[in-house]
């Protein structure tokens, strides 16, 4: 039975990118990506996906009058793409209550930091300005806080002397790729329970 996955994201899309990897090497079992969805059009992520023969759906926001409207035809997408989870990989937009209600435990979520600790937009860079010596990322289930739901796991690197939030972030990055892999491994063979 196919494991069908979804794809939320906002950007360049290295992280669709490496599961969408994962998948055609087989490294996720019986998974297969039926939608990548976007709120912004030109996401080089959506580009990504085309190249891949992959469901492209853009959803520009500006085209609606409000964020439920925005979110309905997002979730009127996910409706039709019947997706056993819905991966964000960089969406930059916060799920509303409903959204999450309506997905409950089947959301996750990477960010670039070993939550709780730095939640919310440039993890990478306060990590850098609180002195941290170790850093990382955490996948985790989306609840309807920002960046606070059911940590799935976490990769850590060391924060070196000399970093920038450039270099700190690409040394982060090389572990998402493969964390966020390894956990959505993790929660399609029951391994992890979902909230
Ligand atoms: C990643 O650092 C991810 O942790 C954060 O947004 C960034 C997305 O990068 N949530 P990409 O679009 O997957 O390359």
Do not use: W
Not at 78 to 102: H, N, Q, T, W
Not at 190 to 195: D, E, H, I, L, T
């Amino acid at each position: 039975m196919p494991r069908r996955l979804a794809v939320l994201l906002s950007g360049r899309g290295s992280n669709f990118e490496a599961i969408a990897e994962a998948v055609d090497s087989g490294a996720i079992p019986g998974a297969e990506i039926v939608a990548v969805i976007s709120d912004v059009p030109a996401a080089v992520g959506l580009e990504r996906a085309r190249r891949r023969g992959l469901p492209a759906f853009p959803v520009d926001r500006s085209g609606f009058a409000s964020r439920g409207e925005h979110e309905s035809e997002i979730l009127r997408i996910l409706e039709e793409a019947k997706p056993d989870l819905i991966c964000l990989a960089g969406y930059m937009r916060v799920l509303s209550p409903e959204f999450v209600a309506r997905h409950r435990g089947r959301i996750l979520n990477i960010h670039p930091a070993l939550l709780p600790k730095f939640p919310g937009l440039h993890a990478q860079k306060r990590a850098l300005e609180a002195g941290e010596t170790v850093s990382g990322c955490t996948v985790h289930f989306v609840d309807e806080g920002t960046d606070t739901g059911p940590v799935i796991l976490q990769r850590t690197v060391p924060v070196l002397p000399g970093d920038t939030e450039e270099s700190l972030s690409e040394r982060i990055l090389v572990e998402e790729h493969q964390a966020y892999s390894e956990a959505i491994r993790r929660v399609l063979s029951g391994g992890v329970k979902s909230p």
